[in-house]
């Protein structure tokens, strides 16, 4: 019988699959990084959560991030025509982070993986998994390497932290569809942005266009801003001609984002991603589990996609690292539950927000402080926190403050 190479191959060297890394590094696994591509590459998803920062700590890479000098990111302002919504992530209910980053991710993923490879943990970049076949106890993963040859390589776990590529979703037939209606984006880099002085520089705006659609606003310390558009399909079909045509003639009809982005000069050709709503039937199985945006992906209204991957990743190591020695596990509750009241808390505030509950909520006239302090909290990625009633009972909580919240406004 052929010999087992490795403890765990991780499919993709984004957040999720480099904090495996790191975990199960510390470990004493013998693991591998297979990634697609080559490093620094382009992934959307540039605003992080405060809540990442206690992930990044835990796994011993906060220092290789705060090196990188990224735009202090202090809190989520919602603007909607002349009403504004400013969260402070100093002004939170829960004991947690009061900063985190903006960050390009082309830089930031290529230095969280640099870190990782750094402590000894071997990554293939620009090999593709094209297959995988579990059998007596392990998986047979093939390869296929820069030079179009293929390899097989046998490990006792796989961990797919593949993001977009879904790759044991498709193989192993676990795609699900979203509930989500299908959503577009339409985003780019660009400079002349215009901003805020001093803490409310770093801040994302998220900026409410009266046609249903918004813009998100992520200004980075190399002087470029991320900005996107995310609206259904008929909203962006009200904006013909090229992208950059539409996401100009877009940004331009939404007041607030005109004041900032009036000179705006654009990086590169706006690029676009249909229907990024996505979920699965099952977070693991016999020799296998998902992490990341492998799993679900919601929407990227509360900038949520990182932290989730992270702590999906960062906890599949941990449950993954204790079965490895033997120990009794439960992959149900120590994983995918735990992963899942993450997600589901975000499912709840997504949805409230196109339901416009959580609109009404934030563009009230009048605003409980105690109560915004709880969702700041939610909107900082505290999303695990039992002692938060706007994480427990979101969905009841939410409903009930946007009755009350509609009927004074
Ligand atoms: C429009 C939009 C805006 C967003 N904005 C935000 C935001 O502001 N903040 C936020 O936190 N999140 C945001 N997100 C979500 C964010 O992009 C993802 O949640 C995040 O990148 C997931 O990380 P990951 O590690 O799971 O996957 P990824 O970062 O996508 O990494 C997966 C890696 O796997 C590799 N791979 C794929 N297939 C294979 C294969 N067959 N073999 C080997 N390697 C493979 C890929 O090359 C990639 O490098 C946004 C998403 C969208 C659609």
């Known amino acids: ?235 962006f079909a009200r904006y013909p001609g090229e992208s950059e045509a539409q996401l100009r003639a877009i940004v331009m009809s939404e007041p607030n984002a005109a004041a900032r982005l009036a000179d705006m000069r654009v990086d590169f050709q706006p690029q676009r991603i249909k229907g990024f709503a996505c979920s699965v039937k099952k977070l693991y199985g016999p020799g296998f589990a998902l992490a990341g945006n492998a799993t679900e992906f919601l929407d990227p209204i509360f900038s949520s996609g990182v932290t989730l991957a992270m702590e999906s990743g960062l906890r599949a190591a941990q449950v993954l690292a204790r079965e490895l020695r033997g120990e009794p596990v439960d992959w149900q509750t120590d994983y995918a539950d735990h992963v899942m009241q993450g997600v589901n808390t975000f499912r709840s505030y997504v949805t409230a927000w196109y339901e416009d509950k959580l609109p009404t909520i934030l563009f009230a006239a009048q605003r409980n402080p105690d109560i915004m302090r709880q969702i700041c909290s939610v909107l900082a990625g505290y999303v695990w926190d039992k002692s938060n009633p706007y994480v427990v009972q979101a969905d009841r909580a939410l409903g009930l403050l946007a009755k009350i919240s509609g009927k004074m406004a």
Request: hydrophobic residues 40%; contains cysteine.
């Open 1 to 235: 019988m052929k010999p087992i190479d490795l403890d765990v191959l991780i499919i993709g060297a984004g957040p999720a699959g480099a904090l495996a890394a790191a975990q199960l590094q510390r470990e004493g696994r013998k693991i591998l990084v297979v990634e697609k591509q080559t490093f620094p590459r382009f992934v959307i998803g540039e605003s992080l959560l405060p809540h990442t920062m206690d992930l990044l700590k835990e796994v011993g890479l906060l220092q290789a991030v705060e090196k990188c000098g990224f735009m202090k990111k202090t809190g989520a302002v919602f603007l909607r025509g002349d009403k504004v919504c400013n969260f402070d992530f100093a002004d939170q209910s829960a004991a947690g982070w009061q900063y985190t980053y903006q960050v390009p991710r082309a830089e930031f993923d290529k230095a969280i993986a640099d870190a990782v490879q750094a402590r000894g943990v071997e990554f293939l970049y620009g090999h593709t998994v094209t297959a995988v076949n579990f059998s007596n106890a392990h998986a047979d993963v093939t390869l296929e390497q820069p030079d179009g040859t293929r390899r097989k390589i046998a490990a006792r776990f796989v961990l797919d932290c593949s993001g977009y590529g879904r790759v044991l979703p498709r193989l192993l037939d676990l795609e699900e569809p979203s509930n989500y209606p299908v959503r577009e984006s339409l985003f780019t880099h660009v400079t002349g942005d215009v901003r805020p002085p001093e803490r409310e520089q770093g801040k994302i705006w998220v900026c409410v266009h009266a046609d249903g659609a918004w813009i998100w606003i992520i200004p980075f310390s190399n002087g470029k801003t991320s900005v996107g558009v995310v609206a259904t399909p008929e909203f």
